[in-house]
């Protein structure tokens, strides 16, 4: 069954990918023969036309492969603007299944159809994405949820997927052709089987939940226990706008909102010790005039730090931008397993190589964020032709972090996020906690003064919460 599956996939992509080279050998020549801004602008169309098949295609095929299409959709800076906007589509909405599939799925795990278990229910997604989708419903005592629905099958299609590595070689090297595709196959293969289950996702949703509590601009759908299982997970409903709605606000609404999804991230790792690893634009919803509220969706990508685990990152960027200790950056380096104990390289190399990932903290004042900025660190981070290349790796631990420099910092970028983020890391940096030095920055001081006995208990494990 895996292996007719694989092929079946294997083969629509293979389609896919021959009607992206028909498509560019049929213009070779009119390419051949332009000049000046009319080749560029066959290839601008050449590229849209490409797009508009890779997310017709992937949205259908869900899964694995869609998930690098909306990895291409937001990391690669060079596509261009059209071609983006295109392959964003993936990001928040795909082709659903079928309403009968998805009531199929509710009356197996819940043990009635979906009328009978909630008093009111929406035969028709709210939203669609790689791995299932969400419903609305009103629970028999009246309370509105969101009630996400896993595709069925889902598991087979993954693993059919995973299992044809020169098909994902090829086409993430499409996608993402400045990464390391095998580094990429790597994580996918350690990371997108937590997502299938939705015990550890519902156990995640309700640690961010409980830890976020109160928070005056991160807010945490909470879970429904009772109407949550292994492939249903059901919790309070949430509204707001999307990420491309977003977009046309006024720049202090992307501002406020960012400065939200900046806090989130840093608070998660520094106080949590967990890190939400899928920070891709549909994961957010955002809720304007609200002095930066944002809704965090989607926990099935989570990652747990033990303290031992955390602490040389936590000395890394100590030495590095408050202490200005070159030689002891460079032994935290090596306590965490990045760099090769004596590798032949001055320290400065290899700071030079490395500041890039915090040239945003390393000094005070004001900075915007900008797609430039956000690709330069992408770029940076798979850059193999580095001298430090030989010597440095990525231990597994650290993996998932990847996805603040390819996920985080180019959403901030698409925002063109201003703030004062070394002040804003400053409160939140475990060995300086600075006071507050924006309005939300003394909201959130008066919530952990309120709440900050209760946070210290949040989690020393690797592990996820128990689901129970």
């Given at each position: 069954?895996?292996?007719?599956?694989?092929?079946?996939?294997?083969?629509?992509?293979?389609?896919?990918a021959?009607?992206?080279?028909?498509?560019?050998?049929?213009?070779a020549?009119?390419?051949?023969?332009?000049a000046?801004e009319?080749?560029?602008q066959?290839r601008n169309?050449?590229?849209?036309?490409?797009?508009?098949?890779?997310?017709?295609t992937?949205?259908?095929m869900?899964?694995?492969?869609?998930?690098?299409?909306?990895?291409?959709?937001y990391v690669?800076?060079?596509?261009?603007?059209?071609?983006r906007?295109?392959?964003?589509t993936l990001?928040?909405?795909?082709?659903?299944?079928?309403a009968e599939l998805?009531?199929g799925?509710v009356?197996e795990?819940?043990?009635?159809?979906?009328g009978?278990v909630?008093?009111?229910?929406?035969?028709?997604p709210?939203?669609?994405?790689s791995?299932g989708?969400?419903?609305?419903?009103i629970?028999?005592?009246?309370?509105?949820?969101?009630?996400?629905?896993q595709?069925?099958?889902i598991?087979?299609?993954?693993?059919a997927?995973?299992?044809?590595v020169?098909?994902?070689r090829?086409?993430?090297k499409?996608?993402?052709p400045?990464?390391?595709?095998?580094?990429?196959i790597?994580?996918?293969?350690?990371?997108?089987?937590?997502?299938?289950?939705?015990?550890?996702?519902?156990?995640?949703?309700?640690?961010?939940?409980?830890?976020?509590?109160?928070?005056?601009?991160?807010?945490v759908?909470?879970?429904?226990?009772?109407?949550?299982t292994?492939?249903v997970?059901?919790?309070?409903?949430a509204?707001?706008?999307?990420?491309?709605?977003l977009l046309?606000w006024?720049q202090?609404?992307?501002?406020l909102?960012a400065?939200?999804?900046?806090?989130?991230?840093?608070?998660?790792?520094y106080q949590?010790?967990?890190?939400n690893?899928?920070?891709?634009?549909g994961n957010?919803?955002?809720h304007?005039?609200?002095?930066?509220r944002?809704?965090f969706?989607?926990?099935?990508?989570?990652?747990?730090f033990?303290?031992e685990?955390?602490?040389?990152?936590?000395?890394?960027?100590?030495?590095?931008?408050?202490d200005?200790?070159p030689?002891?950056f460079?032994r935290?380096?090596?306590?965490?397993?990045?760099?090769?104990p004596?590798?032949?390289l001055?320290?400065?190399q290899?700071?030079d190589?490395?500041?890039?990932?915090?040239?945003t903290?390393?000094?005070?004042?004001?900075?915007t964020?900008?797609?430039?900025?956000?690709?330069?660190v992408a770029r940076?981070?798979?850059?193999?032709?580095?001298?430090?290349?030989?010597?440095?790796s990525?231990?597994?631990?650290?993996?998932?972090?990847?996805r603040?420099?390819?996920?985080?910092f180019?959403l901030?970028g698409?925002l063109?996020?201003?703030?004062?983020?070394?002040a804003?890391?400053e409160e939140?940096?475990p060995f300086?906690?600075?006071?507050?030095?924006?309005?939300?920055?003394?909201?959130?001081?008066?919530?952990l003064?309120?709440?900050g006995?209760?946070?210290s208990?949040?989690?020393?494990?690797?592990?996820?919460?128990?689901?129970g």
């Open positions: 069954m895996t292996k007719r599956l694989r092929l079946s996939r294997g083969l629509a992509a293979v389609r896919l021959a009607r992206g080279g028909a498509r560019y050998a049929t213009s020549p009119r390419l051949f023969t332009a000046g009319q080749r560029q066959l169309d050449l590229a849209l036309q490409t797009a508009e098949d890779v997310a017709a992937l949205g259908t869900k899964g694995v492969l869609m998930k690098i299409g909306q990895m291409a959709s690669d800076d060079g596509l261009a603007p059209p071609v906007r295109t392959l964003s990001q928040d909405s795909v082709p659903p299944m079928s998805a009531a799925v009356t795990e819940l043990g009635a159809v979906p009978e909630f008093g009111t229910w929406d035969p028709e709210i939203a669609a994405a791995i989708q969400v419903h609305r419903a629970t028999r005592d009246g309370r509105a949820v969101a009630v996400k629905v595709y069925p099958g598991a087979q299609t993954i693993a997927d995973l299992g044809n020169a098909l994902l090829r086409l993430l499409i996608a993402a400045n990464q390391d595709v095998n580094a990429l790597d994580e996918l293969r350690m990371r997108i089987s937590e997502e299938l289950d939705y015990h550890r996702e519902a156990a995640n949703q309700r640690m961010f939940a409980a830890f976020f509590d109160g928070h005056p601009t991160i807010h759908p909470r879970v429904v226990d009772e109407l949550s292994a492939r997970v059901t919790s309070e409903l509204t707001g706008a999307r990420f491309a709605e046309t006024p202090h609404e992307k501002d909102a400065e939200t999804i900046y806090r989130f991230t840093f608070r998660s790792l949590a010790h967990a890190f690893g899928d920070p891709h634009p957010y919803l955002f304007r005039g609200a002095r930066g944002v809704t969706l989607d926990f099935g990508l989570v990652k747990y033990t303290p685990e955390l602490r040389p990152l936590v000395h890394m960027v100590r030495y590095l931008c408050v200005g200790d030689e002891a460079r935290a380096m090596e306590q965490a397993g990045f760099l090769m004596g590798a032949p001055p320290t400065e290899i700071v190589h490395m500041a890039l990932f915090y040239d903290v390393r000094t005070p004042g004001v900075r964020m900008t797609p430039g900025y956000s690709s330069a940076r981070y798979f850059d193999f032709r580095s001298p430090l290349a030989a010597y440095a990525i231990p597994r631990s650290y993996v998932i972090l990847q603040i420099n390819l996920g985080v180019a901030l698409d063109a996020a201003t703030a004062d983020w070394r804003i890391a939140i940096w300086v906690q600075a006071p507050p030095t924006t309005a939300m920055g003394e909201a959130e001081a008066a919530w003064a309120r709440h006995a209760g946070l208990h949040f989690p020393e494990r690797s592990g996820p919460p128990r689901s």
